[in-house]
């Protein structure tokens, strides 16, 4: 029991460490290097809500715009930034697994956390803003944000593990990605409820995990939205299988770099 918690206690020691690194990688020592990671979504609202504008779009259930964008763009990106960071870890940071201590799970995890702290960090930034300015808090659950949010982050970081691990031995797997990401923007509830749609397509839709985290987490803050399009079994169901798939690549990417 000792060996094991002293093992666990060394690889938090190695995942902290890392995400330090990568910190200081990314966004360089000073603050100004974090100026990018609020300014990609403030764009992407802007953008949407200039054609709302244009288009006369009605937002349901008394939401207002910004809040309405914010809750879905923001666990929409937090999905795509945590694949795109975490597929490429294993393959930009090889160097690192000459040390004993570092295996390719810890190179994921790194980027993982370090992408769900930053842009958990700039929705609450975003929307407590928002608040400011409307002089109103709509919040109805906190917890249920949070957790959406970590499902996004989660999943997000399993599916990453799995495409790295795979490129391990096939590199133009990751030039699949992106591809296969781009359509999830339009599919996931970003400008749309649930409930507005037909109810065919909303049968389909919902098999979608980021439209149940989506809707899951606009529920958490509008306490005039109350969704019943989102299942917490579905979602873990989702995250369970993807992290055993990734988890077992990623045991055979690590035996191949081994080599």
Request: aromatic share 12%.
């Amino acid at each position: 029991m000792r060996s094991l918690v002293r093992g666990l206690s060394a690889q938090i020691n190695v995942v902290e460490a890392l995400v330090i690194r990568e910190t200081r990688t990314r966004y360089g020592r000073f603050a100004l290097g974090y100026v990018w990671a609020f300014a990609e979504p403030l764009l992407w609202i802007g953008a949407f809500l200039l054609a709302f504008q244009l288009g006369r779009r009605h937002i349901p259930n008394d939401m207002d715009a910004v809040g309405f964008l914010a809750t879905g763009l923001l666990p929409f990106i937090l999905f795509r930034t945590t694949v795109s960071r975490t597929m490429g870890a294993i393959r930009a940071n090889k160097a690192l697994l000459y040390y004993p201590q570092v295996r390719p799970l810890d190179l994921v995890l790194a980027r993982g956390i370090l992408e769900f702290i930053t842009l958990s960090v700039v929705f609450l930034i975003l929307l407590f803003g928002n608040t400011i300015y409307l002089e109103h808090l709509p919040l109805d659950s906190a917890l249920q944000i949070i957790v959406g949010l970590i499902f996004s982050s989660v999943l997000a970081g399993s599916f990453g593990l799995a495409v790295g691990s795979l490129a391990t031995m096939a590199p133009s797997v990751e030039n699949l990605v992106s591809p296969l990401l781009r359509p999830l923007l339009w599919i996931s509830g970003v400008f749309f409820t649930a409930a507005e749609l037909p109810t065919r397509i909303r049968e389909v839709l919902l098999w979608n995990p980021l439209l149940q985290i989506t809707e899951m987490v606009r529920a958490g803050w509008y306490r005039s939205f109350d969704s019943n399009y989102y299942s917490y079994l579905y979602l873990c169901a989702w995250i369970l299988a993807m992290a055993f798939f990734a988890l077992t690549l990623e045991r055979v990417a690590r035996r191949k770099l081994e080599i």
